[in-house]
């Protein structure tokens, strides 16, 4: 049997894309290599109020574990800043029954998803793809959709640019009870011991349950069982608390992927590269564009023009759309992870002394954080910031 789509990975960028294509009509078959979609799972679930309404999701109040109203930010010698913006800035969910409510979704709007089924290649028919090799058989399809996440195993092997291996840190959380947290703040941790690159985060589940991770250019799990022992502020959050679950994975700290369509087929979320550099994030921005690409997906099965020329028409909208954001995001990651521990330092110290948390209050976007960022770097107050943080560059990146 012929699809007119088949998607390649049921997570949140395969679903969102496989109900667009569904909705309007067309035949889509997702196929997802795990035996339960959602599972294993790799993700912290914070995932914005207002991105998910810019996805058009209303979650159903069981895959919500809990609400946040923002974070606090830790320098490595321990001054903090706060950043509170209302009372369910972001929600915490529950990704195993978030993916699979977004599978049940799609499945509403008409579309297959086959779980078990790991597809092993793609095979060409001249200047197109025609099928997905899977176990002894073809699945045949007009378009295709990779949504694999960031192994890019199949795009890679159709001369779709991937993500770079310099772009991906190891990522590692555990899940725990016991805790002695705010129930409804995030606490991010960062410093070039803690973890070099990135940061170690706690978000509250509720009910004194946390997930607590940590990503880094290396070493993700040894640093974060270090700072559970040692670090003045985790350690006493966790005196007396129980693991219950662990779980690793990989985040996500570079620029998209230059070049997103080839021939038939759309390469979309983490595949793409479409993620926060600031926080890693990938499920809203990877789910708004992976969405685009559905539509378009759609449109090119019914358009007069070749498939192929259809398709080509998502890199400039994705880039419209996203790549202005994601390049200051990366920016911005860059300048952070540049300074050494001094710099981290001054640069929390004066961004409350000099009143720029007020502009991150007032503009701030979890997900669109482009104009926040390019606003402070014009602010003469951030300027000094820089300026005083720039002696802390840090020469062993
Ligand atoms: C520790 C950690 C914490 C994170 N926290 C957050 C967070 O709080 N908020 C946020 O927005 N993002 C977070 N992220 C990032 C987020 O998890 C990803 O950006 C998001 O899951 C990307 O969605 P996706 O659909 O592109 O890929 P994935 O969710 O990775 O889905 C890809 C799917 O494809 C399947 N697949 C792969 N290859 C094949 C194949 N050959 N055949 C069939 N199926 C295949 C996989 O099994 C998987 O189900 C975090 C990541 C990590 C590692």
Not at 158 to 171: D, G, H, N, W
Not at 361 to 367: I, L, N, S, T, V
């Amino acid at each position: 049997m012929k699809h007119d789509a088949i998607v390649i990975g049921a997570g949140p960028a395969g679903l969102l894309a496989a109900n667009e294509i569904a909705k309007r009509g067309y035949s889509v078959k997702v196929l997802e290599e795990h035996e339960r979609v959602g599972e294993p799972d790799h993700c912290a679930g914070l995932l914005s109020t207002s991105g998910l309404k810019r996805l058009g999701i209303h979650l159903p109040q069981d895959v919500i574990q809990n609400t946040v109203a923002g974070a606090r930010i830790y320098s490595p010698a321990g001054h903090s800043i706060l950043i509170e913006r209302g009372k369910r800035e972001a929600n915490v969910v529950d990704r195993k029954k978030f993916d699979s409510w977004l599978a049940s979704r799609a499945i509403d709007s008409g579309a297959i998803v086959t779980t078990q089924t790991k597809v092993k290649g793609f095979v060409r028919n001249q200047d197109r793809i025609q099928s997905v090799s899977v176990d002894n058989e073809e699945q045949y399809a007009r378009a295709f959709v990779i949504a694999e996440g960031s192994r890019c195993r199949l795009s890679g092997s159709i001369e779709l640019p991937v993500v770079q291996r310099a772009s991906k840190y190891p990522a590692f959380q555990y899940e725990v009870s016991g805790v002695d947290i705010e129930e409804n703040m995030v606490e991010m941790f960062y410093g070039k011991r803690i973890a070099p690159g990135f940061f170690a985060w706690i978000i509250p589940l509720g009910e004194n349950r946390a997930r607590i991770g940590l990503a880094a250019r290396s070493k993700s799990k040894i640093r974060l069982d270090a700072l559970i022992h040692n670090h003045s502020i985790i350690s006493e959050r966790m005196k007396g608390a129980r693991i219950d679950r662990s779980l690793g994975g990989i985040v996500l700290v570079g620029m998209p992927i230059s070049k997103m369509t080839i021939e038939n087929v759309v390469a979309v979320g983490d595949t793409a590269g479409i993620v926060k550099a600031t926080t890693g994030g990938g499920v809203i921005l990877g789910g708004m564009t992976a969405r685009v690409a559905g539509k378009i997906v759609a449109e090119a099965l019914s358009a007069d023009e070749s498939i192929a020329k259809s398709l080509s028409h998502y890199n400039k909208k994705c880039k419209a759309m996203v790549f202005n954001e994601l390049r200051m995001m990366h920016l911005a990651q860059i300048a952070l992870t540049s300074l050494d521990d001094k710099g981290l330092d001054s640069v929390v110290k004066d961004a409350s002394a000099k009143g720029l948390l007020d502009v991150v209050k007032k503009e701030g976007d979890m997900d669109l954080q482009g104009n926040v960022i390019k606003r402070l770097l014009k602010d003469p107050r951030m300027i000094l910031t820089g300026l005083r943080a720039i002696r802390y560059i840090n020469p062993f990146l």
